[in-house]
């Protein structure tokens, strides 16, 4: 290690930057002159998204952004906090550990089966939620919800997953075992992975439904409810749409009290 700390700082900080944000810090305690290199702009650019002009979009979008004071600020800015984008249709945020693009497209920007029919579904505002407004179900017998994203605005070379965030206040409709809603996520092309799930937590807390593997609703850390949709990889070579959907059209009774947040595609 004594011969590898007496290379110049610029070299250090070269090999550095060809690691992970993570490696970065991480080898930061080895001496102060990797210290030095692990904060220096040469190594965290090389983490922050290349686009100059995708960088100046989203650091607009949050004006204390433009006065930080080094890129590895910057970093830490982004992954810290989601950053609302696209005239609050989605959020920018990039994953603390790899630096890989992370976005999570607001109720608004999804297509939801009759939802600007005010009998149906409405728009509300939620002090825990990070979009304006989010939707909110009364009732509908027919629950289909879409959402899409080109794989061109994420991290090349990537195994994402996409996420529903939701929850359930004074639900109903979705409890029944014999009625799971379908879940699936389609890649322009052909590729496609389709799997039944349950919303309401208390039906996936059922021994029988444990054996049988079907996946858990989890609570983030935000306090909303998610459920993985499903996953694909992002090979980067291609201009491709991935559809991302939630539907429940066999069991025709009412369902009310699921609030929709947004769709969230993250990395695996």
Known sequence: MTQFEELPEGCIATILSRTTPIDACRLSVVSNTFRSASDSDAVWNQFL???????????????????????KALYLA???????????LKSFQLDRKSGKICYMLAARSLSIA??????????ISMPNSRFRKVAKLHIVCWLDIRGMINMRDLSPNTQYAAYLVFNLINASGFHNP???????????????????????????DRSHNREVGLQQTSVRNDGWLEIEIGEFFNP??????????VKETNDYSSKMGLFVEGIEVRPK
Request: aromatic share 8%; proline share 9%; with cysteine.
């Open 49 to 71: 998204p290349s686009d100059s002009q995708f960088m100046d979009s989203i650091i607009s979008n949050s004006p204390p952004l433009a006065n930080v004071p080094s890129k």
């Open 78 to 88: 982004l992954s810290d906090r989601p950053i609302i984008v696209d005239n609050g």
């Open 114 to 123: 009759w939802v600007d029919d005010g009998r149906y579904w409405e728009w």
């Open 178 to 204: 014999n009625s799971p809603v379908e879940i699936s996520v389609d890649v322009e092309g052909g590729c496609r992975s389709t799997k039944n799930v349950y919303l309401d937590p208390t039906v996936e």
């Open 236 to 245: 980067g070579l291609e201009d491709e749409e991935v559809q991302m959907n």
